[in-house]
């Protein structure tokens, strides 16, 4: 691996830059080959970078599929939130330019609002100085992990 003029490789400024600021309390197991990897976790915010592949072909051309742009936007705004428990409830997203097998998209993630357990999360995906995605995450911190939460237990049969 390359080293930079201070003889720190790329893939230990990134480790650098997480556990520095904060380190990622949620989402630990997804695929950073389908959502990207986190290269920036401070409080509040994250930058994901996705380097797209072949295994993300849409079509003949390289047209990269809109699914692992949006996993990667997901991906940035569960990370900018930072909560263990924290899920999806809403998304509002716009894919404003295609991105081809090759590019790399870089997403930033903003928490911008946070109302009890709501949070909400603006995140912005470029391909050089391209916005290729613009989305409004709005997340729910539950307090255990969903798939425990008895949402049955007030339901009458």
Do not use: W
């Not at 997804?30 to 990897?37: K, L």
């Not at 900018?80 to 924290?86: D, G, I, L, R």
């Not at 899920?87 to 716009?94: D, E, F, I, P, R």
Request: charged residues 25%.
């Amino acid at each position: 691996m390359a080293k930079d003029q201070t003889g720190t490789s790329a893939e230990e400024s990134i480790q650098i830059s997480i556990t520095q600021q904060t380190s990622l309390n949620t989402h630990e197991r997804v695929n950073s080959s389908y959502s990207g990897d986190i290269v920036k976790l401070e409080i509040g915010y994250s930058k994901v970078l996705l380097e797209t592949s072949e295994l993300m072909r849409a079509d003949e051309v390289g047209l990269v599929h809109g699914g692992f742009i949006f996993s990667a936007a997901d991906f940035a705004a569960m990370a900018a939130v930072n909560e263990p428990n924290v899920v999806l409830a809403s998304c509002n997203c716009l894919f404003l330019a295609p991105v081809r097998v090759g590019d790399r998209v870089t997403f930033e993630a903003t928490e911008h609002q946070k109302e009890g357990r709501k949070r909400n999360v603006t995140v912005r995906g470029f391909v050089h100085d391209i916005k290729v995605f613009e989305g409004e995450f709005k997340t729910v911190v539950t307090e255990r992990h969903v798939l425990r939460l008895d949402l049955m237990k007030n339901v009458e049969n």
